[in-house]
């Protein structure tokens, strides 16, 4: 199994930036889909982005040109800088692996305890 533990979440003002990490151990890293999460109070998780070991990427418009996700195959790790950050993303920030080709709530989907981010207005 993986084990995901994250860093980096803290207290900003708006438009200030976070550089979250993810380090990740178990079993072969490249063949995880590593991606960022975040769940506000009252509100369902939701992606912020994930990164494929080839490089496939995928950002949600709220994000885009604000946040870039970056993994590092040689050393287990995911990171997500987030730039310009508004308050309406304050929220509890995942880290997410899933094998390729599991579906997510399988055995081969793993989470981390997550870091808060709060950005204050």
């Not at 997410?96 to 305890?113: E, M």
Request: charged share 15%.
């Amino acid at each position: 199994q993986v084990q995901l533990v994250e860093s980096g979440g803290g207290l900003v003002h708006t438009g200030g930036s976070l550089r979250l990490s993810c380090a990740a151990s178990g079993p072969v890293f490249r063949f995880y889909i590593m991606g960022w999460y975040r769940q506000a109070p009252g509100k369902q998780r939701e992606l912020v982005a994930t990164l494929e070991s080839g490089g496939d990427i995928k950002i949600p418009d709220s994000v885009k040109g604000r946040f870039t996700i970056s993994r590092d195959n040689a050393h287990n790790t995911v990171s997500l800088q987030m730039n310009t950050l508004k308050p309406e993303e304050t929220a509890v920030y995942f880290c997410n692996a899933r094998l390729l080709g599991s579906p997510s709530g399988s055995l081969d989907d793993y989470w981390g305890q997550g870091t808060q981010v709060t950005v204050s207005s």
